[in-house]
């Protein structure tokens, strides 16, 4: 275990590239399912967990790792399987990472190995197993389907997220003035998709959506081939950084390359935790960064785009 621990460690400071590299693990079964090793900040054999009076989720208590208490959540039962069986202390893992801002741990059973690939092995679900699952992508692997969990989903569905922008934002003369504008998000999680719709609109804007960085790639490379104007079409466009066949780094890189859209306003938003996110915005030429979801945040970005477009 500890040599995943210190792989873990030195992997979640690398980044770019169109690369991932997924973090292996079981529940209940032999199924594997991947997690994204970026958004991990370590694995630990589970500890003794506090019980949460009157509980009823799949929130089975709390771990005091490190000095911070983190909530634990069976992964299992979250996503609609038979719970966890614990016969002991050192039967099950614990998997602690961050997404928008919130740090977890999510009790599995067995934690495998860490293997790298590039985003574009990774593919959407097939269509006809429809949207009512937890699934964001799949990933052929030594003849096996590994299966990447849409945790976004998972947790908007634990703890629901208000998509209201607040009244002080949202003014009715900005609301006016947005009206005007199109902005596009690009998002493989169809529930950051629809959070950032609901906040868009509740703001005035238009919105258009993408599933993920070549389906962005190829509506943009369609509009300026039929001689539109990118720059004009869309306000700004707005993508997330981890995407099955295109990541946004790798999208904001292509846009970045080609002089028809060069200028194109980028923000770039993830669930991924650390310094590295700014560093590496600069470095694909983005303009600037949000850690998602915060409709305030969201809201304020796409303002000062058009109060620069309107100059003001």
């Known amino acids: 275990m500890s040599g995943i621990l210190d792989s873990v460690n030195l992997r979640t400071q690398l980044v770019g590239q169109n690369r991932l590299e997924l973090l292996l693990f079981n529940l209940e079964s032999n199924q594997q399912y991947g997690i994204n090793v970026f958004k991990v900040r370590e694995v630990l054999q589970c500890p003794a967990l506090t019980e949460i009076p009157r509980q009823t989720s799949a929130i089975k208590g709390m771990a005091h790792i490190r000095g911070e208490t983190i909530p634990v959540l069976d992964l ?28 977890l ?47 976004e989903q998972i947790l908007a569905d634990l703890y629901p997220m208000s998509t209201e922008v607040s009244a002080e934002i949202a003014t009715s003369d ?3 003035r947005a009206k005007a504008h199109n902005v596009l ?46 720059n004009e079409h869309f306000l700004m466009m707005i993508s997330d950084i981890e995407m099955p066949e295109v990541d946004g780094y790798t999208l904001t890189a292509m ?10 306003h980028i923000v770039l938003h993830t669930s ?11 470095k694909v030429g983005a303009n600037g960064f949000l850690a998602k979801f915060n409709p305030n945040d969201l809201a304020n970005a796409v303002i000062e785009r058009i109060n620069l477009v309107e100059g003001k």
């Open 76 to 103: 299992s039962e979250a996503i609609g399987r038979q719970a966890l069986n614990r016969d002991g202390e050192d039967d099950s893992f614990l998997i602690v990472a961050e997404y928008n801002k919130r740090t």
């Open 105 to 151: 741990a999510f009790l599995v059973r067995k934690v495998d190995r860490i293997i790298n690939t590039n985003w574009d092995q990774i593919n959407a679900p097939p269509a006809e197993i429809g949207v009512e699952n937890y699934l964001t992508a799949i990933f052929e692997y030594e003849n096996t389907i590994i299966e990447i969990l849409d945790v």
């Open 174 to 176: 900005v609301r006016a």
């Open 185 to 230: 998000i690009v998002d493989d999680s169809s529930v950051a998709r629809n959070q950032m719709q609901k906040s868009l609109e509740n703001l005035g804007v238009s919105v258009t959506q993408c599933n993920n960085g070549m389906e962005a790639w190829q509506l943009l490379d369609g509009l300026a081939s039929s001689g539109v104007s990118v």
């Open 255 to 264: 846009v970045r390359e080609d002089e028809r859209m060069d200028k194109f």
């Open 272 to 282: 991924l935790s650390g310094g590295f996110n700014v560093s590496m915005v600069k």
